[in-house]
């Protein structure tokens, strides 16, 4: 069976200080994968999606950026942090030649401070 | 590109009566729609959907119903339960097998079960 993780769980950072999020898959290969982000009480918005190693696609401007360097691990980084950095960052795999089926994994909240 | 409407953003509901929560997309070629709740503090969780060629899907006391002429689809809980307290979020895409999946999601609705 297929796993995800992403770590860390939890995290503070000040304004200013760099980020790295790290998300893997476990029990499948070539997956796509995805990066949403989700401000308090609000929606999913997806920030990048990844078809293959070293493939980012960007959806929203902004000083977050991605990574792909091994088929089941996708990154997510910031130089800089904002304060409206914050939020609940999810990312998200699915099976390539399946039609539709995403599924997410736990999340990693994010306080900039 | 895609957009998807949700209604309502809040649901209020007595234990054991029905719950109807709707989602208008805009984009016509979209033929996926899956249905994802979301406990608090937890990652969203795939709990049913439905491809373009189905009118309707049903998984125990939830459902599902596309219109694919109205470009609308609706999640339909009965007999609802304390435990279906959650945010239910829709979503709308283009899939295919070559293609990247992305999803366009609503806004969501939290839906409060009442004991």
């Known amino acids: 069976s297929q796993t995800i993780h992403q770590w860390p769980a939890t995290l503070v950072q000040p304004v200013g200080s760099p980020l790295s999020l790290e998300c893997t898959v476990e029990g499948t290969s070539n997956p796509n994968l995805y990066w949403y982000r989700q401000a308090a009480g609000r929606g999913l918005q997806l920030l990048f999606y990844?078809?293959?190693?070293?493939?980012i696609s960007s959806e929203v401007p902004q000083n977050l950026s991605a990574s792909r360097p091994q088929d089941r691990q996708f990154i997510l980084s910031s130089k800089k942090l904002l304060l409206s950095d914050s939020g609940f960052y999810l990312c998200a795999w699915r099976r390539t030649g399946v039609l539709g089926e995403q599924y997410f994994g736990p999340g990693t909240r994010l306080t900039v401070t | 590109g895609e957009n998807v409407e949700q209604h309502p953003s809040t649901l209020s509901v007595q234990e054991g009566d029905s719950a109807v929560i709707k989602c208008t997309y805009s984009?016509?070629?979209?033929?996926?729609f899956p249905w994802y709740k979301q406990e608090l503090g937890k990652r969203p969780q795939l709990i049913i959907d439905?491809?373009?060629?189905?009118g309707e899907k049903k998984d125990q006391r939830i459902a599902v119903t596309l219109n694919k002429t109205a470009k609308h689809f609706s999640l339909h809980i009965t007999e609802t339960q304390p435990e279906d307290s959650a945010v239910y979020f829709c979503a709308a895409s283009v899939t295919s097998m070559d293609s990247w999946g992305k999803l366009q999601f609503g806004a969501g609705t939290q839906v409060v079960v009442t004991p």
């Open positions: 990844s078809v293959g190693i070293g493939q």
């Open positions: 984009d016509s070629a979209s033929n996926y």
């Open positions: 439905i491809r373009s060629n189905v």
